[in-house]
């Protein structure tokens, strides 16, 4: 079985300040790591995923996120905020050796981002 | 159409009525999920078909009725349902192998009063 910790329900930045978004998970077999974006009232759009390739993955709108596997740990990051980057961000865990996109979701973190 | 395209995007039910919430998917997936989404609570899986076969039931109560008629359609059918079950109802597809990311439609809010 598979789960994914996301610390913090809410984090709040400055426009042009650092994101850093937690995710650790916990696998009992290699993982495929995945964030997702959920903007007001949308579905979720993918941003990135870690396939066991490289271990630093480069996403949409900037995002990026590192694979750490002996911190358990896919914490996501940018640069530097925009208030557009402002909704809600799911880290999830799938494992490659079934039939379908088995994804479990962490409970999702809201970034605020201010003028 | 491109992408997952669910409908209707707002549905308001009574505990006695039944509806359809219809899913469509333009990007040759073969592999259809429903999610809910609750106010506080992570993501929930709710059902799965992988080749139009049922594979994956997540206790979901049986008021809840799937049927994915063929590879691009994904029905949920609802009928007496709870307060409780006032929700974001998410369809995604997906290839069907493992480690494969889902692609998401915007979603129904449901709203049982």
Known sequence: ?115 | ETGVTQTPRHLVMGMTNKKSLKCEQHLGHNAMYWYKQSAKKPLELMFVYSLEERVENNSVPSRFSPECPNSSHLFLHLHTLQPEDSALYLCASSQARGGTEAFFGQGTRLTVV
Not at chain 1, 3 to 15: I, K, R, Y
Not at chain 1, 61 to 66: D, L, P, T, V
Request: hydrophobic content about 35%; charged content about 10%; proline content about 5%.
């Open chain 1, 1 to 115: 079985a598979q789960s994914v910790t996301q610390l913090g329900s809410h984090v709040s930045v400055s426009e042009g300040a650092l994101v850093l978004l937690r995710c650790n998970y916990s696998s009992s077999v290699p993982p495929y790591l995945f964030w997702y974006v959920q903007y007001p009232n949308q579905g979720l759009q993918l941003l990135l995923k870690y396939t066991s390739a490289a271990t630093l993955v480069k996403g949409i709108n900037g995002f990026e996120a590192e694979f750490k596997k002996s911190e358990t740990s896919f914490h996501l990051t940018k640069p530097s905020a925009h208030m557009s980057d402002a909704a809600e961000y799911f880290c999830a865990v799938s494992v490659p050796n079934s039939g379908y996109s088995t994804l479990t979701f962490g409970k999702g973190t809201m970034l605020l981002v201010s003028p």
